[in-house]
């Protein structure tokens, strides 16, 4: 269980991010503005890499200024599907500097663009009084379990006391509800449980990448 700015996350409850993606840090305003105002979103993410590295502090501190909601801030390397080239060095040296001016609330780090840097990085946010999240992608096909398991060795993972058993859990299980017709239930209602029991586990996964 984790909990930011009063926000408690925990497996078994979804939360809505919102992010944030703009090549100008003008165009971060609005799209900030907007975020705050919807109570669908809990969390921001503020995603770095389409500005230029220079403005990476003014962008954080402009978005930091405007969101008082938990904010993920990422900086997506283009190896990683972002839009940025960045040796190990230049990316820890980033993720230093955006932790150093404060008001980040959960820092990805991504595990192989960092390299040598992945516990230093981990350390850095914690001590900054953030969350560290660890992300890796994979575009052309999931690897094998033993293989991710064998790439996250030194990684720390704590699995929380209420995390569900995939066991207890219902997919395929037809409804009659359709996505069209949800748009109007409330976020929290038991109806949003029975659609969810609708989807295959491939679904499950399709959506959740």
């Not at 991504?110 to 575009?139: N, P, T, V």
Request: aromatic share 6%; net charge negative; proline share 6%.
């Amino acid at each position: 269980m984790v909990s930011l700015r009063g926000l408690t996350l925990t497996a078994a409850r979804p939360r809505i991010i919102v992010p944030l993606f703009a090549r100008d840090p003008a165009a971060l305003c609005p799209l900030a503005k907007a975020a705050s105002a919807d109570p669908a979103a809990e969390l921001v993410e503020l995603r770095l890499d389409p500005l230029p590295a220079d403005e990476f502090l003014n962008a954080l501190a402009l978005v930091r200024g405007i969101v008082d909601k938990p904010l993920v801030v990422t900086i997506r390397t283009r190896a990683e599907g972002g839009e940025l080239a960045l040796t190990p060095d230049a990316y820890a040296a980033h993720c230093r500097a955006l932790l150093a001016r404060g008001g980040v609330d959960v820092l990805d780090i991504e595990w192989r663009a960092c390299g040598a840097f992945r516990a230093e990085l981990r350390d850095a946010a914690h001590a900054a009084g953030a969350a560290a999240l660890f992300s890796e992608h994979h575009f052309d096909a999931t690897p094998a379990t033993d293989a991710m398991a064998e790439g996250m060795v030194g990684a720390t993972y704590v699995k929380p006391a209420d995390a569900p058993d995939t066991g207890d859990m219902t997919f395929g299980e037809d409804a009659g509800l359709k996505l069209v017709g949800m748009k109007d239930v409330p976020y929290g209602d038991e109806e949003w449980q029975a659609f969810i029991e609708q989807l295959s586990v491939n679904q499950v996964a399709t959506i959740c990448g």
